[in-house]
T-cell receptor, first 113, second 113 residues
């Protein structure tokens, strides 16, 4: 069945460092791919998305490219800020029985000043 | 714009008590979902609805019931609360097709003692 695997955290970086959070997926067909962010005490927010192969989603300095050949959707940011500290979830749009999204386990990011 | 609103935000129940969590969305979304989030377990789908008057079971439906009498509202009921239902509950909504991603509420933190 469809699944999403993302790197375990926590990831700890210094401010202005480069961020990569790896995400790979297994799916039949051509699913949409998403990154969500969850700040402490809040719900998940959609960060970016890509709906077909080679699409690049971007928002707030974050980017991810839908790579069908490597079944990956890695999240990147060139220079992280303390305010980026949060939990990041990779997700796959599943068309099995009602369009249920499959979420990865989440990766916690800590950014130090 | 309110988006997805969950009430209450916090609740403490005694074992065996019942309660209803309310989710309301003002985006005219067809699909609505209830998830629970537990440490180390990620997000798990409890029930979902693909339209007014319809509901379906997700990954962990036991001990919960739902109703979608109006398009904008999705209720989650616990008939006889158990300590294992201590969790943070999130409601989400989306248009059909899952290419737009989900909009989440801010969550309900439930403790069953």
């Amino acid at each position: 069945g469809n699944s999403v695997t993302q790197m375990e955290g926590p990831v700890t970086l210094s401010e202005e460092a480069f961020l990569t959070i790896n995400c790979t997926y297994t799916a039949t067909g051509y699913p949409s791919l998403f990154w969500y962010v969850q700040y402490p005490g809040e719900g998940l927010q959609l960060l970016l998305k890509a709906t077909k192969a080679d699409d690049k989603g971007s928002n707030k300095g974050f980017e991810a490219t839908y790579r069908k050949e490597t079944t990956s959707f890695h999240l990147e940011k060139g220079s992280v800020q303390v305010s980026d500290s949060a939990v990041y979830f990779c997700a796959l749009g599943s068309y099995t029985g009602g369009f249920k999204t499959i979420f990865g386990a989440g990766t916690r990011l800590f950014v130090k000043a | 714009n309110a988006g997805v609103t969950q009430t209450p935000k916090f609740r403490v129940l005694k074992t065996g008590q019942s309660m209803t969590l309310l989710c309301a969305q003002d985006m005219n979304h067809e699909y609505m979902y209830w998830y629970r989030q537990d440490p180390g377990m990620g997000l798990r789908l409890i029930h979902y609805s693909v339209g007014e008057g319809t509901t379906a079971k997700g990954e962990v439906p036991d001990g919960y019931n739902v109703s979608r009498l109006k398009k904008q509202n999705f209720l989650l009921g616990l008939e006889s609360a158990a300590p294992s239902q201590t969790s943070v509950y999130f409601c989400a909504s989306s248009p059909p097709g899952d290419r737009d991603g989900y909009t989440f509420g801010s969550g309900t933190r439930l403790t069953v003692v």
